[in-house]
């Protein structure tokens, strides 16, 4: 077991990993409207990315992405503290034309110099200096920043700023002519520690803080209630499919003849319909007016901001909204499940222990509750860590159906709103809970069969 469990981490970690990539490759758009805006701007380029690496803080993205990285040699170990993104992406195309990392910055640096000096300066001849500098920022191409770095140089020329455009001129010449593309084939590994992005995120799951989402507030009040109400549904529709589904399915198993078949029919319809067309059947007999019983006054729940009280309190003021959410859910899954254990039922009664056991004059309810029963476990114990992770997930389709404010909609509706932390941090929570099943079924398939051992034999 203490395998089993350093393997459940271990694919949890792994499974983190995963998420953070996805968070980090989200299609957001932080930090890239933070480029210079035209020459008149009086932020200067300096101010700009200033105000960026404020904001990268704000969003936690000032740090190396993993523990490690694997680079080639031209590049630095510092790429993940320049921001904007928009800058650093200007900066990486003309890396890959120089190698020399050195001489790019020394650029880069001139560069903002010149800008921050050329903005602060209120005459009005000044512009088209600006004009030029911004033409120098928006280049690509090494021969062609030499150029319009050596045109800025001569609009300054015998100015307050040429000592600047002079410094600009000669490290573009520096970085059009000292190439190093060697460095863009050699390997460098690079270690930070546990001061990066992954390693925050990682401890700010574990400890509880998921993250800010879209709309200001924290993902974990975000998501709160909506795992509570999922929790209430979905755990009850399961207590009431296990309640009902065991006793029912031993009783197939025991019976032969009409009664056996009518029940295999009537669970195997159950089972074929899809949840929206049951749920949808349930509507119209019990909440409809005018085509139904209409013993439910509609479905739409008061609001929880409404109840000035706890959560069960809201509980208690909507029960007869949760029914037919439970209702829907459960008799899909009781189907299942009976089904499955009258078939195991079936299969050990032809065991050579069921055989002892009558011969012995065990009472036949004991036969089947005490002795074939418990060693039809196995298919029941897998259904249950395959359920396990939907008790936290929601189901999408019954709650939006039912128009049910559980996990399953808070998903639906951080996908359209493109809450990306939210919707990742549900993912995540999802994934554990899987992990977290399956080792649960593992725990209980040793208990239910003792013969059953996680070892090389």
Known sequence: MLRRLAFAITTLLLLSMVVFGMVKYA???????????GPDDQASYFQQIKKARAKAATAQVDRPVFYFS????DQPDTLDRIFPFTRRE???QLLDQS???PALQRFENALVAADQAARQDTAKNVRPLRIALMDVHDARHLAAIADLAKKARQLGEAGPHQARLDALAQAAILLKNDLQPVRQWQPAFHWYGTQNQYHRWLGGFLSGNLGQSVSGRPVWATMRFSLLTTLVINGLAFFLAFRISIPLGILLARRRGRVDRIGRWVLLLLHSMPGFWLGGLLLLLFATPHTG????????????????????LWVGQNVDKFILPVLTLSLHALALIALQLRGSIREVLNQDFIRTARAKGVAET????????????????????????????????VEYLFNFPGLGMKTLESYQFKDYPLLFAILMLGSVMTVLGNFLGDVLYAWADPRIRFDKQ
């Open 27 to 37: 299609p957001t758009d932080d930090l890239q409207e933070m480029g210079p805006e």
């Open 70 to 73: 694997l680079t080639t040699a």
């Open 90 to 92: 200007r900066l990486l």
């Open 99 to 101: 190698g020399n990392w």
């Open 293 to 312: 019983l209409f013993l439910i006054n509609g479905i739409n729940l008061q609001a929880y901001d409404q109840t000035d009280g706890p959560f069960l």
């Open 366 to 397: 004991a036969v089947y509750q005490q002795h074939a029963f418990r060693n039809s476990l196995i298919p029941l114990i897998t259904i249950f860590s395959g359920v396990f992770p939907a008790l936290f997930a929601g189901s999408i389709v």
